[in-house]
């Protein structure tokens, strides 16, 4: 399956559920006081946010009124390039040696998107390595293991309990022996202490800048994409403790509230960098906000 045909796919319900409201709602209506509210409450139904909704709509109306216009139907591909523009981050190549920090709640696919992220980097030519750091989490190495046998890479691990910083160490230390170029840390995914994590956190960060100082070092939260408004709260509580450099969005073919997209990325700023459309180990896309709105909002 294509990129462009794993995309439509991975967004079936969202578009289900958006596509024939935006289309009726679009048909020819006046662009009016009623036209703005129904389409406020399509967006924010989709999860997209009141912020960010409340942003699109008045964008939407000052667009309009400086092209002239006022048929609903010569306002979508504004409407279009203004989600667009909400969404759409810059986001740095990669350079290699690559670190990636990966955080996120217990239960979200975080296991199963380093998985991913593990199989695509190797997909594009890259050697790969996994850091268990989540020594918290009961067998949390162990399922990790299963995700990098999948994947056909290697893992450093320690025993439950030991200190996660340890474990990047160790990881850190073995991929410059090998001259790998991709190291994948995974972390405990505990919020009711954030005092013990922010510690954990800025060990980990201490190690990887006195000993790969020369890598490029980012640090992404993975987000459960069901789970609608209580993902933005995830990723304010997070940012709170380390700064996200962007998004792994999971589970994106399982939810018909594909907006929560915007009230992550465009509230907070973020981007969006990766979404899981699957269960399958390739189920791991790159994330596109034109080809994302071309699927919810079709040229006609």
């Keep these: 399956m294509g990129f462009f045909s794993k995309i439509s796919a991975g967004l079936k319900k969202t578009k289900d559920g958006f596509n024939k409201k935006i289309y009726e709602l679009f048909a020819g209506r006046e662009l009016d006081d009623d036209f703005y509210e129904e389409l406020e409450y399509i967006l924010i139904s989709a999860d997209v946010g009141v912020t960010a909704s409340e942003s699109i709509i008045e964008q939407l109306k000052n667009a309009c009124f400086e092209k002239k216009i006022t048929k609903s139907d010569n ?18 190549e990669y350079e290699y040696p690559l670190v990636i920090l990966v955080a996120g709640v217990n239960g979200v696919g975080k296991t199963t998107a380093i998985g991913k992220l593990a199989k695509y980097f190797k997909s594009q030519g890259k050697s790969v390595l996994l850091a268990a750091a989540d020594t918290f989490r009961a067998a949390a190495a162990e399922q990790l293991s299963v ?51 922010m510690k954990e956190l800025s060990k980990i960060h201490g190690v990887v800048d006195r000993e790969f100082p020369n890598c490029d070092y980012r640090s992404y939260i993975v987000i459960d994409a069901t789970t609608g408004q209580n993902a933005v709260s995830q990723v304010e509580n997070f940012g709170e403790i380390f700064d996200i450099d962007g998004i792994i969005l999971n589970k994106f073919d399982g939810t018909a509230k594909g907006g929560v997209v915007f009230a992550i990325s465009a509230e907070h700023e973020i981007p969006v960098v990766f979404v899981g459309i699957g269960e399958q180990i390739d189920d791991l896309l790159k994330f596109d906000a034109s080809d994302y709105i071309e699927e919810l909002i079709p040229i006609e």
């Design 75 to 92: 306002a979508k591909e504004l409407l279009r390039e203004i989600m667009i523009g909400e969404i759409d981050y810059e986001v740095p």
């Design 147 to 197: 995700w990098a046998e999948r994947a056909g890479v290697r893992i450093v691990k320690q025993n439950e309990g030991s200190d996660p910083a340890a474990v990047v160490f160790d990881a850190i230390g073995s991929a410059k022996a090998r001259g790998e170029n991709v190291v994948l840390i995974d972390t405990a995914g505990r919020l009711h202490n954030k005092t013990n994590l």
